[in-house]
């Protein structure tokens, strides 16, 4: 397996890897201490980043996006991080999201949606699954009942679907442009048969974003309530057919690419977050002294800065991995095992570099501390750490074939 990057691939790491220091570290924490959910995002980082193409990374370039392949992607989300994770993540949403268009939509589809998203800097792209009683539930459905997992209803008139209900915790809904939603158009019949998958366009009449949640961790990702009171959508905005979401091609292990892309994704982000952690921790070792010695020249302190590493180096291999897997389609329950050890390795370096700081950690180092709150955010994304132990059953799976 050969992990040497071509030309292309070197120059969209270096680019964001100047982007992250020049324009998003600087501004990381500012951001971050703002006190209300609105006040710590920024769109003039989100018009820098997608003149760049960071934004439009993952779109086609035959509508006119950059067309990269994963690795690439891979590399950039990690670098990105390395400067803000939530910043990051904010910009990597859309990629995840029009993965999903490209796999999941039709041709007029494509052209009605992905032309207008390229063209303006501030169009940004979510999804929205989970309600304020259905979030495991949605992609563990304790039976096949119709009682199990999301409510929000949808109902055919006509040419237009009217859509009642509410979803929560929703990743750019006070600040994106489309939606896509998952409602259910049979509610007698169990969530893998009863769902559908529609486009949403912020400006629906009838649809609303409610509270915005104000996080402790990966503060300029903005997340919130979307609700929707006989929401009008066209027909021609369902995804796919009736009855067929995105959800029960994840449920059947047939992953489209939206679903797929999160898993890598996040372990990518993660990996950024990591590699800031070790840069932080040696920066302090090194200039901090303690009994006349820099905090460095202690075995415990070397110890941990040690770990920080392996892990960090470990979970780079298995990204790396995941990101050529996704390019040659070679089918691997490692997108899952990269995000759950992505998970654990985030939350350990990161703790790690905090318990090196010593008292500054939790006081006037607040790039640490920071970095500590952003990766609890990982136990309760893309499902959750119990939920995502199903990728132990995809493999024994695939092991039976
Ligand atoms: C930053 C952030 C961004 C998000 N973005 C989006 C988004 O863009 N779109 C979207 O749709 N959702 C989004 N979510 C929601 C996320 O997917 C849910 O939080 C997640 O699925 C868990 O659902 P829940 O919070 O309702 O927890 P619950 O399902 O209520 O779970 C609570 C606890 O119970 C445990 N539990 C639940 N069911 C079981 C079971 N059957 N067996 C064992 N244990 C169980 C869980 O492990 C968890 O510890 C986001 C969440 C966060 C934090």
């Not at 950039?76 to 994770?85: T, W």
């Not at 796999?103 to 494509?110: H, I, S, T």
């Not at 992905?114 to 539930?137: C, M, Q, W």
Request: overall charge neutral; some cysteine.
């Amino acid at each position: 397996m050969d992990f040497s990057l071509s030309n292309e691939q070197r120059n969209w790491q270096m680019t964001a890897r100047k982007f992250a220091q020049e324009e998003i570290k600087p501004i990381s924490l500012e951001l971050d201490d703002k006190p209300d959910a609105l006040g710590s995002f920024d769109w003039d980082i989100v018009e820098k980043g997608s003149k760049l193409g960071f934004r439009t990374l993952a779109v086609p370039k035959e509508f006119g996006g950059e067309g990269t392949d994963y690795v690439t992607q891979a590399l950039v989300m990690a670098e990105l991080a390395r400067g803000d994770s939530a910043i990051s993540k904010t910009f990597s949403q859309n990629w995840k999201w029009s993965h999903l268009i490209s796999a999941a939509c039709n041709a007029e589809q494509k052209e009605r949606f992905l032309r207008p998203f390229v063209a303006d800097h501030r169009f940004l792209l979510g999804k929205g699954i989970t309600e304020p009683s259905a979030g495991s539930d949605n992609r563990l459905p304790p039976k096949d009942t119709p009682k199990a997992g999301l409510k929000l209803r949808a109902e055919r008139k006509g040419d237009e679907w009217i859509l009642n209900g509410e979803k929560c915790f929703i990743a750019n809904a006070p600040v994106g442009k489309l939606f896509f939603i998952d409602a259910r158009t049979d509610p007698n019949a169990p969530l893998r048969q009863g769902t559908t998958m529609f486009l949403v366009p912020s400006d629906t009449p009838g649809f609303r974003i409610g509270k915005v949640f104000n996080k402790s961790g990966w503060r300029f990702y903005r997340n919130g309530e979307m609700i929707f009171e006989n929401a009008r959508v066209p027909h021609a905005n369902v995804v796919g057919q009736v009855g067929v979401s995105d959800m029960k091609a994840s449920l059947a292990g047939d992953r489209t690419g939206g679903d797929l892309f999160g898993d890598l994704e996040l372990a990518a982000n993660a990996l950024g977050v990591c590699d800031d952690a070790c840069e932080q921790a040696m920066k302090h070792a090194r200039t901090v002294k303690q009994g006349g010695v820099p905090l460095f020249e202690q075995q415990m302190v070397q110890l941990k800065i040690n770990r920080m590493h392996m892990l960090t180096e470990a979970l780079r291999s298995l990204v790396m991995r995941v990101a050529w897997e996704h390019d040659h389609k070679v089918h691997s329950a490692n997108a899952g095992l990269a995000m759950n050890l992505s998970t654990d390795v985030i939350q350990e370096v990161t703790e790690l570099n905090l318990e090196i700081h010593g008292g500054a950690g939790g006081t006037v180092a607040r790039h640490a501390e920071k970095l500590v709150r952003d990766s609890f955010i990982w136990s309760h994304l893309a499902g959750d750490t119990v939920q995502r132990l199903k990728v132990a059953a995809r493999i024994a799976r695939m092991a039976a074939h």
